[in-house]
């Protein structure tokens, strides 16, 4: 997982990943995508130790958000109510 990661990260798509596949009608389904979100927060995390990311709270935040949620709901054309999407260019759709 982390290599895959890695290899959107270095061709510069990371933020436009859609996150990850999984059966959602199995039990395991949820502690699969945690476990996604964190290893992906760890990933994050250490690139922004290492200087390769910004420090910056506003730009990573929606990053991991569209990744994790925004960018597959994006891809896939759902509109759910009361929820405003990001696209990964930043711009809102409701």
């Known amino acids: 997982m982390e290599w895959q990661l890695n290899a959107l990260s270095n061709a510069g798509l990371l933020s ?3 996150g990850m596949l999984t059966d959602s009608r199995s039990f395991m389904s949820f ?3 945690e476990y996604f979100r964190r290893v992906l927060c760890n990933l994050i995390g250490d690139d922004v130790e290492k200087g390769l ?3 910056k ?5 929606p990053m991991i958000s569209n990744i994790c949620f ?3 709901a994006n891809y896939f054309g759902l509109e759910l ?3 405003m999407n990001t ?3 930043g711009t ?3």
């Open 53 to 55: 990311l910004p420090d």
């Open 70 to 72: 925004s960018n597959a």
């Open 57 to 61: 709270k506003e730009l990573i935040g």
């Open 92 to 94: 809102k759709r409701s």
């Open 81 to 83: 109510p009361g929820q």
């Open 31 to 33: 502690p699969r995508h």
């Open 87 to 89: 696209s990964a260019s």
């Open 16 to 18: 436009r990943f859609v």
